[in-house]
């Protein structure tokens, strides 16, 4: 699946206020490569039903597995060994016996700081070692779904190194005093750097997906089903917007045959929360990850491209109106390539006078419905421009209810069949006493 750099701002799953992001609210990594990777998983969805699938069931083993993951390796484990591995100290001699005594006495003593920092890194290079041990008990069996298996086996045979296995023996035995701490030390930094540098990098591959299957467990996410072939499909029931604290949930299905939702409903009343929560249900299949929904199937997508945020640029000298063209421009060239692609594409238009709005508008959509590989959902305030497009029978008419019940207005966030009637604007402007101030400017 493909998305650009403005999708992904547009559904929020990356932000410019990282706070506020759909990778921060699904990150539950403890180490900061780890946090790395994950971003790098949300930046490449997955190319084929095949590889998400694959993903899917490997959440759903490290869940089924949750308890023995390893508690032992932390951030902290992670960038002490890094450090202890870039550390300019100079090894003890290799030599045995007394001279080994001797040599690790002088370091303990004279170059106390620096015997103080290999003790301390020792203990964490022992807890990468024991996590690393407790993953391959765990994992590194003929059930385990093969991306976790292939990670975990790397592993395993990593720590297949005698001195690895002499210093857990040792700790475990409680005999890995100063000395003995000095010598591995010697043989550790010149033998096994490349082996110790490969496994920090596979745990923050590990931390990542352990960080997705967490994220399906918290948020109660549930695994989508694909759907074989090439007709476009979407059907989900109980989908909601993840990143809100009180979602309303919706109800949702597009076919072939029913391939284009023209979204209606005053502003605040749900549309572009709608929109979004689509987007985001259908990105987060395809990285394999559960859906904020009840149920859900859909076919592959090869992308999503949205038009909510245009942004004029006053550097080129480009109006609003002519962003938005262009954009709308782009998305048509890119979606005329075959394939299946989800199209969210929020009050299109904005730039110009109602009139033009409304004649592009038509232009627009009448030349989208030949496009059968696409879903499309379309919001507008432009009301009038659906008795233009009534007689087609592929079109979705959906909108947002609201209610003016004594001046005050209120939104049950209801998607409903339909077009809606209500124009609230001027009751906004009362209710925000924008008028009563402007009546009060005449005094002035």
């Keep these: 699946m493909e998305l650009d750099k403005t999708t992904y701002l547009d559904l929020s799953i990356f932000n410019r206020d990282e706070e506020y992001s759909l990778l921060h609210k699904l990150d539950f990594t403890t180490t900061s490569?780890?946090?790395?990777?994950?971003?790098?998983?949300?930046?490449?969805?997955?190319?084929?039903?095949?590889?998400?699938?694959?993903?899917?069931?490997?959440?759903?083993?490290?869940?089924?597995?949750?308890?023995?993951?390893?508690?032992?390796?932390?951030?902290?484990?992670?960038?002490?060994?890094?450090?202890?591995?870039?550390?300019?100290?100079?090894?003890?001699?290799?030599?045995?016996?007394?001279?080994?005594?001797?040599?690790?006495?002088?370091?303990?003593?004279?170059?106390?700081?620096?015997?103080g920092f290999i003790r301390f890194s020792f203990t964490q290079l022992l807890n990468l070692l024991l996590g690393f041990r407790q993953l391959a008990d765990t994992y590194n069996k003929p059930e385990t779904p093969s991306i976790l298996r292939s990670l975990v086996e790397r592993a395993a045979h990593l720590l297949r190194q005698r001195e690895f296995d002499d210093i857990i023996g040792k700790e475990a035995a409680g005999t890995l005093n100063y000395i003995q701490i000095l010598r591995y030390d010697n043989l550790i930094r010149k033998k096994h750097k490349k082996v110790l540098w490969e496994l920090t990098e596979l745990y923050t591959r590990l931390d990542a997906y352990y960080s997705m299957a967490m994220a399906v467990k918290r948020f109660n996410l549930k695994f989508p089903v694909f759907r074989e072939g090439k007709d476009p499909y979407i059907d989900a029931k109980g989908l909601y917007h993840i990143i809100l604290p009180q979602p309303v949930a919706y109800?949702?299905?597009?076919?072939?045959?029913?391939?284009?939702?023209?979204?209606?409903?005053?502003?605040?009343?749900?549309?572009?929360?709608?929109?979004?929560?689509?987007?985001?249900?259908?990105?987060?299949?395809?990285?394999?990850?559960?859906?904020?929904?009840?149920?859900?199937?859909?076919?592959?997508?090869?992308?999503?491209?949205?038009?909510?945020?245009?942004?004029?640029?006053?550097?080129?000298?480009?109006?609003?109106?002519?962003?938005?063209?262009?954009?709308?421009?782009?998305?048509?060239?890119?979606?005329?390539?075959?394939?299946?692609?989800?199209?969210?594409?929020?009050?299109?238009?904005?730039?110009?006078?109602?009139?033009?709005?409304?004649?592009?508008?038509?232009?627009?959509?009448?030349?989208?419905?030949?496009?059968?590989?696409?879903?499309?959902?379309?919001?507008?305030?432009?009301?009038?421009?659906?008795?233009?497009?009534?007689?087609?029978?592929?079109?979705?008419?959906?909108?947002?209810?609201?209610?003016?019940?004594?001046?005050?207005?209120?939104?049950?966030?209801?998607?409903?069949?339909?077009?809606?009637?209500?124009?609230?604007?001027?009751?906004?402007?009362?209710r925000e006493k924008v008028l009563d101030l402007l009546e009060g400017m005449k005094s002035n």
């Design 33 to 115: 490569g780890g946090r790395d990777y994950l971003r790098t998983l949300f930046a490449n969805p997955l190319k084929d039903i095949q590889s998400i699938q694959h993903r899917q069931e490997m959440l759903q083993f490290i869940l089924e597995q949750e308890n023995q993951w390893p508690s032992t390796i932390t951030n902290g484990t992670i960038v002490v060994v890094e450090n202890y591995l870039t550390a300019d100290i100079e090894p003890i001699s290799s030599a045995d016996g007394l001279g080994l005594v001797v040599s690790a006495t002088m370091m303990k003593t004279i170059y106390a700081p620096d015997f």
């Design 251 to 430: 109800d949702t299905t597009f076919t072939k045959e029913h391939h284009f939702m023209f979204l209606t409903g005053a502003n605040m009343a749900g549309k572009t929360t709608f929109i979004k929560a689509v987007g985001v249900a259908v990105f987060l299949a395809h990285i394999g990850m559960g859906v904020p929904a009840h149920r859900m199937e859909l076919s592959f997508f090869h992308g999503i491209l949205s038009n909510i945020q245009v942004q004029d640029n006053i550097f080129k000298g480009e109006s609003y109106f002519y962003s938005e063209v262009q954009r709308i421009k782009n998305t048509i060239i890119k979606i005329s390539d075959g394939k299946n692609w989800l199209i969210l594409i929020d009050e299109m238009f904005k730039g110009t006078n109602v009139e033009d709005a409304r004649n592009c508008s038509l232009a627009v959509i009448r030349g989208l419905l030949h496009n059968r590989h696409s879903l499309f959902i379309l919001s507008t305030h432009l009301y009038e421009i659906a008795d233009d497009l009534q007689k087609d029978g592929s079109i979705i008419f959906k909108h947002f209810e609201s209610q003016v019940i004594d001046d005050t207005l209120y939104f049950t966030y209801q998607l409903k069949d339909g077009i809606a009637k209500e124009k609230i604007g001027y009751l906004i402007l009362k």
